[in-house]
């Protein structure tokens, strides 16, 4: 029944390693993001992809990577992992940007903690 | 500036008490507003759309002042199931594509019994 599920809920990991987190939204959207929250519960577009092609990418290290396989889903792989990159990371899913109700449907979080 | 500004808190407010936040954006040709809630250690959730008129649901009240640039969010007769971050939100561009919501850091409510 979960609209826009994420897994895993914590990941702790070192620097230095590689991780994938992955979302999916059984809600029909067309629209996915990756938003950050860091310590300061700032929250922060990272990516938005529209029917799997990416239409913004808000200036993020390259070390991070999305893919979206197909409109549902939509995975965030990080690359050689820093202490830095320790927040909360949300998965989200809307209709067309284009519509006029642009109510977004966030997951539940991935807590990553990097040692 | 920020593009969205609010003041970060803490409102610790009576039950039952009126409570009030304003939110500033910077981006004068932002189209669309909103106010999101986010429970501790929880996402997100929209609480309700900014219309230009101002808009209401239930105990709720929004209000846009295009011309100071802030939005604002009355709450009357506050519940314990009120506390919570209120987070301001804006899209800056309001158009077809490139769409992008901009959060504001929140502001966080304690309702006190």
């Known amino acids: 029944d979960t609209a826009v599920s994420q897994t895993p809920k914590y990941l702790v990991t070192q620097m230095g390693n590689d991780k994938s987190i992955k979302c999916e939204q059984n809600?029909?959207?067309?629209?996915m993001y990756w938003y950050k929250q860091d310590s300061k519960k700032f929250l922060k577009i990272m990516f938005s992809?529209?029917?799997?092609?990416?239409?913004i990418n808000e200036t993020v290290p390259n070390r991070f990577s999305p893919k979206s396989p197909d409109k549902a889903h939509l995975n965030l792989h990080i690359n050689s992992l820093e202490l830095g990159d320790s927040a909360v990371y949300f998965c989200?899913?809307?209709?067309?940007?284009?519509?006029?109700?642009?109510?977004?449907?966030f997951g539940p979080g991935t807590r990553l903690t990097v040692t | 500036r920020k593009e969205v500004e609010q003041d970060p808190g803490p409102f610790n407010v009576p039950e039952g008490a009126t409570v009030a936040f304003n939110c500033t954006y910077s981006?004068?040709?932002?189209?669309?507003f909103f106010w999101y809630r986010q429970d501790c250690r929880k996402e997100p959730k929209l609480l309700m759309s900014v219309y230009s008129s101002g808009n209401e649901d239930g105990r709720f009240t929004a209000q846009l002042n295009r011309a100071s640039q802030y939005i604002s969010l009355l709450i009357r007769d506050s519940k314990l199931s009120d506390s919570a971050t209120y987070l301001c939100?804006?899209?800056?561009?309001?158009?077809?594509?490139?769409?992008?919501?901009?959060f504001g850091t929140g502001t966080r409510l304690t309702i006190i019994p």
């Open positions: 981006n004068s040709a932002s189209q669309s």
């Open positions: 989200a899913s809307s209709q067309d940007p284009g519509a006029a109700s642009y109510e977004q449907y």
């Open positions: 809600l029909g959207h067309d629209t």
């Open positions: 939100v804006v899209n800056p561009r309001g158009s077809f594509g490139n769409e992008k919501l901009t």
């Open positions: 992809y529209n029917n799997k092609e990416l239409i």
